[in-house]
């Protein structure tokens, strides 16, 4: 499913036009983003939680060459999904 599609699904389900439900599918992820953004966490009850992890600075290897390249550290978004969204996946 891509953005559209999702669009055009929360449309559907909640009786909104599609430029409605556009603009709520882009509020959602603006406000994830943003909390995700100042460091904090995203709980959706009985969906899961978002949440910023970070990776430690390594050492990685070019293929082509087989130099050794250092890879810097990083923030990454990560996702944990709750129960039911778990068992609604697992049928």
């Given amino acids: 499913m891509n953005k559209n599609e ?9 009786g909104l036009s599609k430029s ?3 603009k709520a599918v ?3 992820i ?7 953004k100042s460091g904090g966490d995203v709980r959706i009850v009985g969906f ?4 910023v992890a970070n990776r430690k600075a ?5 293929p082509r060459t087989g130099e050794p ?11 944990k999904p709750g129960t039911p ?5 697992n049928g």
């Fill in 48 to 51: 899961g939680t978002f949440s």
């Fill in 69 to 79: 390249i250092q890879i810097k550290a990083s923030k990454m978004p990560k996702f």
């Fill in 85 to 89: 969204l778990k068992e609604a996946v």
């Fill in 30 to 36: 603006g406000a994830i983003t943003g909390a995700l």
């Fill in 6 to 14: 999702l669009v055009a699904s929360v449309a559907a389900a909640s």
């Fill in 20 to 22: 409605d439900a556009g």
């Fill in 58 to 62: 390594t050492t990685g290897r070019n």
């Fill in 26 to 28: 882009d509020g959602v």
